[in-house]
């Protein structure tokens, strides 16, 4: 509770972590576990220097609004991709409604925006069961949420990456051939969602 968005995770590699060349696209990646440990699972943010990984496993969309401007701003990136919800939905820091996640996700856009950084969305990954709060049933509220963030995107014209609809199988979760436990992909996940927002990525960049 001393930290409670995690602001120490990161704080030595950003302190280090030169400002970026002036033609280069740096993009910082906003996220959760499904974030994080991209970097361990897959090659590509390895192959990829200019792409920053500033997943915490666990966290909520209220977490990543406190460090948004440690992690994300005091970067200066041309881009952020913002993963986030899922662990909202699981209750990881409290009872959260669809509308709470939903502020915290466009809170984070806006300052954002205020600061130059041109935003991707993400859908958040099918999931019909947290194996940490079995208790909860979150297939249909993954949706609901995912349709929010996907019209939000489209009103205010915002680059949207639906990693749902490549991922989900016919009971609304996670197929498992991208993931072992469920609700994490495996490296046969990242490698359906990194070509993904590598193209949304390239797109965003022709854009500037």
Not at 95 to 104: K, L, P, R, S, Y
Not at 161 to 178: E, I, R, T
């Amino acid at each position: 509770m001393q930290d409670w968005p995690y602001l120490a995770k990161y704080q030595q590699e950003n302190a280090a972590l030169p400002f970026p060349k002036p033609d280069e696209n740096r993009v910082v990646f906003l996220g959760d576990s499904i974030t994080e440990f991209w970097s361990n699972k897959h090659s590509f943010f390895s192959e990829n220097k200019a792409y920053i990984n500033r997943g915490i496993s666990g966290q909520t969309t209220p977490q990543m609004l406190l460090r948004f401007r440690a992690d994300v701003i005091e970067l200066k990136p041309k881009i952020v991709v913002i993963l986030a919800g899922g662990n909202d939905i699981a209750g990881n820091t409290g009872a959260a409604t669809t509308e709470m996640i939903t502020n915290n996700i466009f809170s984070m856009v806006e300052l954002a925006q205020v600061h130059h950084i041109k935003v991707i969305l993400c859908s958040v990954l099918p999931a019909n069961f947290f194996y940490w709060n079995p208790k909860e049933k979150p297939a249909e509220r993954i949706i609901e949420l995912n349709i929010l963030l996907e019209n939000y995107a489209i009103a205010n014209k915002i680059a949207f990456v639906n990693y749902y609809s490549a991922m989900v199988d016919n009971q609304k979760g996670l197929k498992d051939d991208f993931s072992e436990d469920r609700v994490h992909p495996n490296t046969a996940g990242y490698e359906i969602m990194s070509p993904l927002i590598e193209k949304a990525i390239q797109l965003t960049i022709n854009n500037l």
